[in-house]
């Protein structure tokens, strides 16, 4: 019994190791890095296809993936039925469905939905926000837990930004509109833990953040980064007290102030990157109050437009452009690369298995090296479907929502 137990465990802890959960929008680490290995390489619509299944209408958010469950925001009937939909892993058969009635007029893009947020779970719950039409909370077997109506979520380019859960916490970045804030509610019973009022604006003008907060273990403390319209801010996710602050992400003429990355944090190196033409910055970690003057470590004033977000690898970021990709020096913000994609990109990207992942608008994934001397190709995989939301990894599969259809792709055993 003892050699057998000293045979299973290695072999369990392993089997555990691996099947590794997706859990919220970017995945683990709300960073887009996954431990997973042995992932597909190559596939079509129809090698290396698990199974596809046909979604009701389009959507940009991402699915989420939690053991032999797959979670997804849906929005119907031009937003005014917006549900979340737990599908199961196996076949992608609906497993229950919870939607909400929303009759207001609420105001968005053309290109963005009423379902550009992701879920997030912790294996017990699942939260979604479906921005004026409230937050919900759910077990994993569709019973709603709580509710919040946190009031009108109006931009004219609509909303985005997905909740995280941090320890007993469900943090949102709601907004933008005339009325912007971050909140924390407990995720037990939903109740206000802490909430930052930020600047808001008539939902007519070019000002706002649709960014998810990353929080991290970042120079020996945790920190929840946020990008907002101009400036990276860090707080301590447990109360919400301001730990530093760093300007840049401004355009250096004009009123225009949009964000719509996620931060992205490096072991020691924090760095914001605005959307609509505007600034990208890096900051050095470890400070507090103002650290503009003495951590800011670089300031490129002028980037294409940004929609998606990058990752970090090593001492290089990854970065996603509308037009394509991009490789920067961390440390300095010197662009070593760039490569257009047919199609530009929305999505952001994903590293695993020592590659990168990231899907184009018209459907087709590119999986490049992360090589910081030039542009390495792996493969380009085409499922001709229009897609703005980005991959989910878990257990060797990869997810992709495109504007039609949910797909598991999976190398044949």
């Known amino acids: 019994m003892h050699r057998l137990a000293a045979i299973l465990i290695p072999l369990f802890a392993l089997a555990s190791a691996r099947a590794d959960n997706w859990p919220a929008w970017r995945g683990p680490t709300g960073q887009g890095t996954s431990a997973e290995k042995n992932l597909p390489l190559k596939w079509s619509p129809t090698e290396n296809v698990k199974w596809k299944i ?210 992205l944090v490096g072991n020691d190196t924090i760095v914001g990157m605005a959307g609509f033409g505007g600034a990208a910055i890096g900051a050095k970690a470890g400070g507090s109050g103002d650290v503009t003057d003495s951590h800011r470590l670089w300031r490129t004033p002028t980037n294409p437009q940004r929609i998606g977000s990058g990752v970090i690898v090593g001492e290089h970021i990854y970065a996603v452009n509308e037009p394509g990709l991009a490789c920067i020096e961390l440390k300095t913000g010197k662009q070593l690369w760039s490569e257009n994609v047919q199609g530009g990109i929305w999505s952001s990207i994903v590293h695993a298995d020592g590659r990168l992942y990231v899907v184009s608008q018209r459907g087709e994934t590119i999986v490049f090296a992360p090589n910081p001397k030039d542009f390495e190709l792996l493969a380009k995989n085409n499922l001709n479907e229009m897609t703005r939301a980005s991959i989910a990894v878990s257990d060797g599969e990869l997810f992709i929502r495109t504007y039609k259809s949910l797909w598991c792709i999976a190398e044949k055993k």
């Not at 053991?67 to 737990?86: P, Y």
């Not at 109740?191 to 020996?220: N, R």
């Open 54 to 263: 046909a979604l009701p209408d389009i959507g940009n958010s991402s699915p989420v993936v939690w053991g032999d469950k797959i979670f997804l925001t849906q929005a119907t009937e031009g937003g005014k039925k917006r549900s979340l939909l737990c599908l199961g892993r196996k076949d992608g058969k609906t497993l229950w469905e919870q939607s909400v009635a929303f009759d207001e007029v609420e105001p968005k893009h053309n290109t963005n939905t009423y379902c550009a947020a992701t879920s997030a779970t912790d294996g017990e719950r699942v939260v979604v926000s479906h921005g004026s039409a409230g937050v919900y909370c759910y077990d994993l077997a569709g019973k709603e837990l709580w509710k919040r109506d946190l009031g009108p979520c109006h931009h004219i380019w609509g909303n985005a930004a997905s909740p995280i859960i941090e320890k007993n916490l469900v943090i949102l970045n709601f907004g933008p509109s005339e009325k912007t804030f971050l909140i924390a509610m407990n995720k037990q019973d939903g109740s206000d833990v802490w909430k930052l009022d930020e600047i808001g604006k008539s939902p007519k003008e070019y000002f706002g953040s649709w960014s998810t907060p990353v929080v991290a273990e970042i120079a020996g403390r945790r920190e929840l980064v946020m990008t907002w319209p101009g400036v990276i801010k860090s707080y301590n996710p447990a109360d919400g007290k301001l730990i530093w602050s760093c300007t840049g992400l401004e355009k250096n003429t004009g009123k225009d102030r949009l964000t719509y990355t996620s931060p």
